[in-house]
């Protein structure tokens, strides 16, 4: 063909050719993911459905790539400004598969993370750093496209990189920390922590200057990378989420013992069979541990699926056991002062 047609059909027809190539896409894909998922359900596996929504994307995108070039290509190509033309269809090409494969790589991290039973891509920092480098690889490929020389470019980088790491050294620190703590993998997202200073709660964000901890009371604490990789961390979730509960009570000395302790294990059995959270097939533990200053004090070890349901599985315990005490005649006695008044003569 010539030059571009301005008439209607010279419009209508390239527009025909994109939206053509547009259904061609939206079946190809919708074709391709269903039988995909299809086969793999025969061979007995279970595709993730956010790869396949990937899948359908990525089919999108190429139909759509296609059908463009092709009316470009048509309608263009005999253009005088067809050279120019064909360079911005790239480079918006270029741009648009730079934004999708970021999103890709880190819906692809994501889902071999769950798979794995991770959850350090959901992290903030790994998902700027991801972004970050496809985007820097994009900038470079779509200026390397234009005839840009990008060795000088990379060289001042690198000299203005080493100005900037010295500048922002506590900024790096903190950043590398970061890195470190996501790799070590000893602290994800959603752990119940407890730092030596105290801080405690559930790590909802690792960035790349700080860690987020939310408190049960709602309060946010952020703590800067470089404390909490130095910090002692407990972390009541690693391994693990299952922990035990200890319960102290204290009895009259004047208790008989076995019955004590035979009505305190039907207590903690009825809590942890009714208490959401609780471990229902745990087996309570009763221990004996001091003679006290007014009683002789018992330690009930109980067990919870997570930290948080402590607070729950103890108020039930507690309410539980001071009215079986009660009903069974079990004293629990309060602290008692005996005062000796011993009169002088003068």
């Given at each position: 063909?010539?030059?571009?047609?301005?008439?209607?059909?010279?419009?209508?027809?390239?527009?025909?050719?994109?939206?053509?190539?547009?259904?061609?896409?939206?079946?190809?894909?919708?074709l391709?993911?269903?039988?995909?998922?299809?086969?793999?359900?025969?061979?007995?596996?279970?595709?993730?459905?956010?790869l396949?929504?990937?899948?359908?994307?990525?089919?999108?995108?190429?139909?759509?790539?296609?059908?463009?070039?092709?009316?470009?290509?048509?309608?263009?190509?005999?253009?005088?400004?067809?050279?120019?033309?064909h360079?911005?269809?790239?480079?918006?090409?270029?741009?648009?598969?730079?934004?999708?494969?970021?999103?890709?790589?880190?819906?692809?991290?994501?889902?071999?993370?769950?798979?794995?039973?991770?959850?350090?891509?959901?992290?903030?920092?790994?998902?700027?750093?991801?972004?970050?480098?496809?985007?820097?690889?994009g900038?470079?490929?779509?200026?390397?496209?234009?005839?840009?020389?990008?060795?000088?470019?990379?060289?001042a980088?690198?000299?203005?990189?080493?100005?900037v790491?010295?500048?922002?050294?506590?900024?790096?620190?903190?950043?590398?920390?970061?890195i470190?703590?996501?790799?070590?993998?000893?602290?994800?997202?959603?752990?119940?922590?407890?730092?030596d200073?105290?801080?405690?709660?559930?790590?909802?964000?690792?960035?790349?200057?700080?860690?987020?901890?939310?408190?049960?009371?709602?309060?946010?604490?952020?703590?800067?990378?470089?404390?909490?990789?130095?910090?002692?961390?407990?972390?009541?979730?690693?391994?693990?989420?299952?922990?035990?509960?200890?319960?102290?009570?204290?009895?009259?000395?004047?208790?008989?013992l076995?019955?004590?302790?035979?009505?305190?294990?039907?207590?903690?059995?009825?809590?942890?069979?009714?208490?959401?959270?609780?471990v229902?097939?745990?087996?309570?533990?009763?221990?004996?541990?001091r003679?006290?200053?007014?009683?002789?004090?018992?330690?009930?070890?109980?067990?919870?699926?997570?930290?948080?349901?402590?607070?729950?599985?103890?108020?039930?315990?507690?309410?539980?056991?001071h009215?079986?005490?009660?009903?069974?005649?079990?004293?629990?006695?309060?602290?008692?002062?005996?005062?000796?008044?011993?009169?002088f003569?003068s």
């Amino acid at each position: 063909m010539g030059g571009f047609d301005s008439s209607w059909q010279g419009i209508i027809n390239p527009l025909s050719i994109a939206l053509a190539f547009l259904l061609l896409g939206v079946f190809a894909s919708k074709l391709l993911v269903s039988r995909i998922a299809k086969t793999a359900r025969l061979l007995g596996h279970d595709i993730n459905e956010r790869l396949l929504i990937l899948l359908k994307q990525i089919v999108l995108i190429v139909a759509l790539a296609i059908g463009f070039y092709w009316v470009l290509d048509s309608y263009f190509g005999n253009s005088l400004h067809f050279t120019q033309i064909h360079k911005a269809y790239v480079s918006v090409l270029i741009i648009t598969l730079t934004i999708f494969g970021a999103q890709a790589l880190i819906t692809l991290i994501e889902i071999y993370a769950t798979k794995m039973g991770k959850t350090f891509a959901n992290s903030s920092i790994l998902v700027n750093i991801t972004r970050g480098v496809v985007y820097l690889l994009g900038a470079l490929t779509c200026m390397s496209f234009w005839g840009i020389n990008i060795a000088p470019l990379l060289t001042a980088l690198g000299v203005t990189g080493l100005a900037v790491a010295l500048a922002l050294q506590e900024t790096l620190s903190n950043l590398f920390a970061g890195i470190n703590i996501i790799a070590s993998n000893k602290i994800a997202l959603g752990d119940y922590i407890r730092m030596d200073d105290g801080v405690e709660g559930t790590v909802t964000d690792i960035s790349w200057r700080s860690t987020t901890i939310l408190a049960l009371n709602n309060s946010t604490t952020i703590v800067p990378n470089s404390k909490m990789a130095a910090a002692v961390v407990i972390n009541f979730f690693l391994d693990d989420k299952e922990m035990n509960i200890p319960v102290e009570v204290g009895v009259a000395y004047d208790s008989d013992l076995e019955h004590v302790e035979r009505v305190t294990l039907e207590t903690a059995r009825e809590s942890l069979q009714n208490v959401i959270g609780a471990v229902s097939d745990f087996e309570p533990r009763v221990r004996f541990v001091r003679l006290g200053d007014f009683s002789i004090d018992i330690v009930v070890i109980l067990r919870v699926s997570e930290y948080i349901h402590q607070y729950a599985l103890r108020h039930d315990f507690i309410k539980r056991l001071h009215a079986r005490y009660a009903k069974e005649g079990i004293v629990i006695p309060f602290p008692t002062r005996i005062i000796h008044n011993k009169t002088f003569s003068s």
